[in-house]
């Protein structure tokens, strides 16, 4: 994104003042081209913003209103107190969501900040095939993971267990965010390594005491990502649980009702999924579109 | 040789120099292979077998490629496959129009194009189970808001079950994709676009030409290789569509909007024919092993520009 913004800056420099003939013509041009403009972004704008605004409204309504589209309501914590400890209580799904997340996390990260750091660093027999490997992975639909696992945990009797979900979960956070921290570590200037290698600073204490702290602004987005994609993940957990792990997003099933959806408690669920991803979402915001097309977009 | 004041960094022996990057790599590996290489083969090794779990907890005998050829003469695999293909031809022209279209109107340094810019990746954050009951709640034909705006502005629309409608309820499952999608493609152009000098295009407009002309002319072949990723991008992950299905349609009304992944779910989790639904995950495997192939080369060419 900076280096973007170091291109543009010469440009401004040579262009000369277009002729005044022309200038009205054009101000008039450009005074209906960005009142047309900001309608566009207004419309962008509630285009993403309104689907979350309203299940956030939602969710305070008072339950009996979950249906009216008044703006202004008393609000009400009901929908929550229902979700949360209430009539249909997601406490255990939020905290396995919780611990899933975190799990998967804190195992994922070493491992891919390893990986990460050895396609970095080394040339070896093997370098791009591999790495052409773990981008290959994330193009597996997840029933082909899903279903062999669903046997294999059956025979094991690990079903609804946590440990569970997070391995499976591994499959997809993994070669992600190996990618991810590559493009960090390729960012770390090599003369750092190189001063501590000659102070004699051993392979382990490099990786622990050089590596981690300079990588920390990566490590922290790819924590963020590994924990965004176990929370929203859904396939895994349909399959590989019933109730004793189910996480939150599945869980939002059981207010289905034979007699409909409880719409109000719906919302407040939601945004229990919601919320804090968005929170997450924000903060590494620029690393979307770098993680998703594998650098082809910088 | 000469001693030297300065201490030699410590050398290792050769193998442990070569063996070096392999250890940093062999925990991931390990990881990734017992969690995708693992699967992978149990499910392609599973598919040449007969074994329903309501029959017998052991896989049974190996039947050849029978269950592939039962896939193929089966009318409702077809259907999914078709609907598959259907909701991404949909979901990838939706998306990355609208991604487009987004893209240009916030290609500018105003303040209101950088806030909106930036709460962009919001939609693709929600978790795609919870976009399909979000746009479920917003489109009920009786109570949703989405459907009362569309019936004041199009009241001849007044009468449409958007859920209970083969075509509209596969649109809807389209656009559950496409809010998360399109803006996220938005974001990706953006990038593009900002690459593209502005010279370039001020030297068009010097020439005359129409922003129309302008875009067609000069942005248009420029951005054409990011264009080609995001296609083939999107188009992976629309094969891949499952949440949505589950927590929008259920794969109805019948089954309109039965995706190849749902079917191999039913097939396999509902009812437990697990031979079965491992051959129909393998025919996905390949289909998407096309696909990425085809984005990996698009993303070669943009890198190699």
Redesign the interface.
């Known amino acids: 994104m900076t280096d973007m913004a170091v291109k543009r800056e010469p440009a401004a420099a040579p262009v000369e003042p277009p002729p005044p003939r022309r200038r009205r013509k054009r101000s008039a041009w450009s005074a209906a081209g960005s009142a047309a403009r900001v309608t566009a972004t207004m419309a962008i704008l509630f285009f993403v913003l309104f689907p979350i605004v309203w299940m956030a409204l939602t969710a305070f309504k008072p339950a009996r209103d979950a249906f009216s589209t008044a703006l202004v309501f008393t609000p009400s914590l009901e929908n929550f107190s229902a979700v949360l400890g209430g009539q249909s209580d997601l406490t255990g799904a939020l905290l396995n969501s919780v611990l899933i997340g975190a799990a998967t996390t804190v195992i994922a990260v070493p491992l891919a900040l390893l990986a990460a750091y050895a396609f970095s660093r080394y040339r070896f027999p093997g370098h791009r095939s591999m790495l052409l490997a773990i981008v290959a992975t994330q193009f597996i639909p997840g029933v082909a993971i899903a279903l062999p696992f669903l046997t294999l945990f059956r025979s094991l009797g690990l079903i609804d267990t946590h440990l569970a979900l997070v391995i499976v979960n591994l499959s997809i956070v993994v070669p992600y965010i190996t990618w991810l921290l590559k493009g960090f570590v390729d960012s770390l200037p090599v003369e750092i390594e190189e001063a501590a290698r000659i102070d004699g600073c051993g392979q382990v204490s490099l990786l622990w005491r050089v590596i981690t702290p300079l990588a920390a602004p990566g490590i922290f987005v790819s924590a963020v990502f590994s924990f965004l994609l176990a929370w929203n993940e859904f396939l895994f957990p349909t399959f590989l649980s019933r109730s004793d792990a189910t996480t939150l997003p599945v869980a939002l099933m059981t207010l289905v009702l034979p007699e409909g959806v409880a719409w109000g408690q719906m919302a407040a669920a939601g945004l229990l999924v919601m919320a804090p991803m968005l929170v997450m979402a924000f903060l590494v915001r620029k690393h979307f579109t770098e993680g998703m097309t594998m650098g082809a977009v910088k | 040789m000469v001693a030297s004041t300065?201490p030699p960094?410590?050398r290792r022996s050769g193998w442990r120099r070569?063996a070096?990057?392999?250890a940093?790599?062999a925990?991931?590996?390990l990881?990734?292979g017992?969690?995708?290489v693992?699967?992978?083969v149990?499910?392609l090794i599973?598919s040449f077998r007969h074994w329903r779990?309501n029959e017998t907890?052991e896989?049974g005998e190996f039947v050849g490629l029978e269950q592939y050829e039962r896939a193929f003469t089966d009318g409702t695999f077809y259907n999914s496959a078709w609907v598959t293909l259907e909701f991404t031809v949909i979901s990838v022209v939706l998306s990355v129009g609208l991604g487009l279209g987004?893209a240009l109107?916030?290609n500018?340094r105003?303040r209101?194009?950088a806030f909106?810019k930036?709460?962009?990746?919001?939609?693709?954050?929600?978790?795609?189970?919870?976009?399909g009951?979000?746009?479920?709640?917003?489109l009920?034909p009786?109570?949703g808001?989405y459907d009362?705006m569309v019936d004041t502005v199009l009241p001849f629309f007044d009468d449409i079950n958007w859920l209970g409608d083969p075509f509209w309820a596969l649109m809807v499952l389209a656009l559950t994709e496409v809010?998360g999608w399109a803006?996220?493609i938005a974001?990706?152009l953006l990038?593009?676009l900002?690459?593209i000098?502005?010279?370039v295009r001020?030297a068009a407009k010097l020439d005359g030409a129409s922003p129309w002309q302008e875009f067609w002319r000069v942005t248009f072949p420029l951005l054409r290789p990011?264009l080609l990723?995001?296609v083939f991008?999107k188009a992976?992950f629309s094969?891949?569509i499952?949440?949505q299905v589950?927590?929008t349609t259920g794969g109805g009304p019948g089954r309109a909007t039965e995706s190849m992944?749902f079917f191999?779910?039913s097939q396999?989790?509902t009812f437990l024919d697990?031979g079965y639904?491992?051959a129909?995950?393998?025919v996905?495997?390949l289909v998407?092993?096309v696909?990425?192939a085809l984005?990996?080369i698009a993303?070669a060419r943009?890198?190699a520009k």
């Open positions: 300065v960094p410590r070569r070096a990057p392999y940093h790599l925990p991931a590996l990881a990734i017992l969690t995708t693992y699967p992978l149990s499910a599973t779990l907890r896989p987004i109107i916030l500018n105003t209101l194009s909106t930036a709460l962009l990746i919001l939609p693709f954050a929600v978790a795609p189970a919870l976009k009951f979000s746009w479920r709640f917003m009920n009786d109570t808001v009362k809010w803006p996220l974001l990706m990038g593009g900002g690459s000098s502005p010279e001020e990011l990723v995001v991008l992976v094969v891949k499952f949440d589950v927590t992944n191999a779910y396999g989790f697990i639904a491992s129909v995950s393998w996905i495997v998407l092993g696909l990425a984005y990996l993303m943009q890198e």
